[in-house]
Every structure is written in C-alpha cells, then in structure tokens.
C-alpha cells in the first residue's frame, strides 16, 4: 500500500470543523466521500490535527494508505474536480510507509487575523476577525514575547482538554500590522484546544488596555484557564502551515 | 435637502449587479430598500457607473439626496447594521448640491485579479479568475502599453454597446504579479460596458502566446469588437476607486 501525503487548504466557514463527526459535513468527511468516489477505497485520513467549527486552514496535512493505481501526480487535480470549491487540495506526494501526519509533524504555524477598520474589508469578512475599534499593537506584542519558549499552557487551554501535560514550546511568535489590519502568526511544537484563540482573546484585551502586557506572564504562571481572557472567534484563525523534517 | 456621497464596498458574487432591475436583488435595489427602513424615504441612488453580474467593487460611489434627519456621521453605521454582510459602506459625505456620482466622475481605475497557479487560492476563489496555466506577464505588458492614451475603443467593448462615441482615456494601467498571482490595475476616464473585461481576455490570448503582444495595436485600429478577445470572467473584476475633484 502507498502512504500520499496531502496539503489542503479549506475556508472552513461552512463546516463543522476537520475531524469526522456523526453529522458529517466535516472537511474529513468530504474528502474521505471523494476519495471514495475517485478510487472505491474506504479510507481513513490522518489529519495533522482537528480545526474547530469555522477555523480555515490554508496548510493543513493529512495522510492515507491506498491500494489505487492512480499515479501521484495525478490525484491533486483528480480530487479538486470533485471537490467543493471551498475545499482544494494543494499537493500530493508519496511518502514512507512510517509517516504519520500528526506524529511526525514537528513545526506548526496559526494565524489569527483581525481588522481593526471602523467597517470590515468585505473581501476578508469570513477571514478575519472585526474589531471596530483600535488596538496598540506595541503592548500585544510585549504580551506576546512572554508566550515564547517552554511553558505550561494549562492557562490558554479550554477547560474540556484530554491532554495529560499542558507543556508546549512556541518557537516563534509575532505580530503584522499594516492598514489597521493585523496578522498574529504563532509556531510552536503542537498547540492544546484553543490554544492560538485564547490567547488571541488575552492579547485582545491587552490591546484594548485592559490588561497590562506584564500580566500576562501572570495568567500563564496562574496556570488557570479563568486566569486569561476569552476565547477569540473562529472565524479569524488559520492553519498557517505544518512542517515535517526533510 | 442635503445631498450624501457614499463609498461603497461589495462583494458581487450573488448580485445581479449594480444598477436597479425588475427581479431586484441587485446592489442599488438592496440599499435602497435599506435606506427605506432606515429614513422612511423612497429615494433613488445615483451610482458613478453600472457593474455587471457577479462584478465586485472596493469603492463603488453613489450619492442622493435625503430630508432625513440623521447626522452624516451616523449615516455609515446606520446602514452598514443593516445591510447583508457582502455590502460594507466605507465612508458617506455630504457634498454640494450639484455632485453628481457619474458626471462628476474624472477617473475611474477597476482591477482584474488572475490567479494562474495549478490550483486556486481558496480565499480569493470568488474574486480572482483562475487560469491554470502560466501566462507570460511580460509580453502582457506590453500588449496592455498600446492602450495607453486616448483611442477608440470600439474593438474592446459589447457589441451592446449603445454609445454615440467609443474614444475614451486610459491614463494608465500597470500588471502586479507576483507568486503565479495577476493583477491589472487601469485608470481612466471612463469606460465602455465590457472594456476592462474584453482589455482583459485579449491579454490573456497575449499571455498563453496565441496573440502577439503588437498584435493588440492592430486589434484597437480594428474598432471591431469581433478582432479583439473573449470577454473575460464577471468574477474577476473589481471597481477598484472612482476619483473627484477635490
């Protein structure tokens, strides 16, 4: 059995979010029917990791094993003619037998988009979070150099995560604004439930000097999720990119 | 009666278009229908020029003329709550009695988005025409460069053209490209029904090498609408800004 690797991008507006569910009506769900319709197979695809209801991705990964004679290079185009146009496959490579999408991913990156315009960009209004009033950018991105490095995140997770240890790195993180518009963009070695959108709400506040940036090292050393602020919308977060050793 | 200038945003995709019709769900039906919920009046927008079906615009103008009490700082937010969410008022002025959206207008510059990576960006797929092969931006360049200036532009506009004169001015127009991603920028004085749509199919015949890029020059001393290219794709094209004298 091959082992293909597949990078997806989804405006995920109408979905209820990556992962199969009984309702259906999940990216998983689409792409498992297609390729159920492209080759017979009943596959099951390994997605990197769940987005939620609303959350898009421009980069997500997943992996199936498949028995069809289709040739690689062809399985992109055959799987985006039968795709919804909100969902298109990027591309498709073959890969070891061992690759594991979310086992084996080592970097992911999120963004969180927010347009702090009196009126939204109509072009972007499914994309980006509005927020009509202004933000200091500045005192964000103080707050946010705290986030950097090893930390337990048990702060910035929903209350309802499964995970034993709340311990992440965040390799990177910043902040672009131009135009009133801002692009939060986050890496890290894997990210809990909600993570990138509670933080995205804590970061909110302190924009709106609500917050001081120094308490957030406060939340994150509180190691409560009441500590911080509120989960921001999904609307406005993407699955930016997830990375894999060469 | 004061007489309001209203920049206007939308996203065309499920619109028949700018200007008023009998079936109704165009852009100039829903904000006027809006404007009636809000003042009570029955008033008739003025737009700076029609879009078609399925055409977007950044900064479409329109004014009217209101008895309506409310302050002009209100006028934006007032109507942008209700309004569907693919139609954003940006900005609304009260200006001299005399203005008039269309004749008023001294230039207007509209924008046609191309996309010609394998596979569409799924966040711009309703506003950038998708042509999966590569075209060569250079040789457009300078089919685009012939027409610059004042010329005639029979060749490039529907054979439902009803104008007593098709010479017009294009002041300028330049083609951004960058990551497999077009954009034509063209600024004039006004233009023909179908202009920037028919400019834009005939360069595309320029790009994938059918046509020469000199061969745009013989085109426009045509003055045949039947010598120039296809009419390119609604959903390209954005009225990108309509100017005034200050």
Known sequence: MRNLRVVVSYDG????????????????????????KLSGEDVRIIGSGRTDAGVHARGQVFNFHTDAAIPVERWAIA????????????????????????????????????DTNKFPDVFERRYRFHHPTPLSVEEMRKGLAFLVGE???????????????????????????????????????????NMVRVITGTLLLVGEGKLQA????????????????????????NLWEVEYLA
């Open 151 to 193: 930390h337990d995140f048990s702060s910035f997770t929903s209350r309802r995560s499964t995970k034993t240890s709340h311990v992440r790195t965040v390799y990177e993180a910043r902040i672009d604004a131009s135009d009133g518009k801002l692009d939060l963009f986050i890496s890290g070695s894997g990210f809990l439930y």
């Open 79 to 114: 799987l985006n003619t039968r795709l919804p146009s909100d969902i298109v496959i990027r591309c498709v490579d073959e890969v070891e037998p061992e690759f594991h999408s979310s086992y084996s991913a080592k970097r992911k990156t999120y963004r969180y988009s927010i």
């Open 214 to 237: 120094g308490q957030v090292q406060d939340i994150l050393e509180a190691q409560d999720r009441s500590a911080a602020g509120p989960t921001a919308m999904a609307y406005g977060l």
């Open 13 to 36: 507006t109408r979905y209820y979010g990556f992962q199969t569910q009984p309702g259906g009506n999940t990216i998983q769900d689409i792409i498992q029917d297609t390729i159920k």
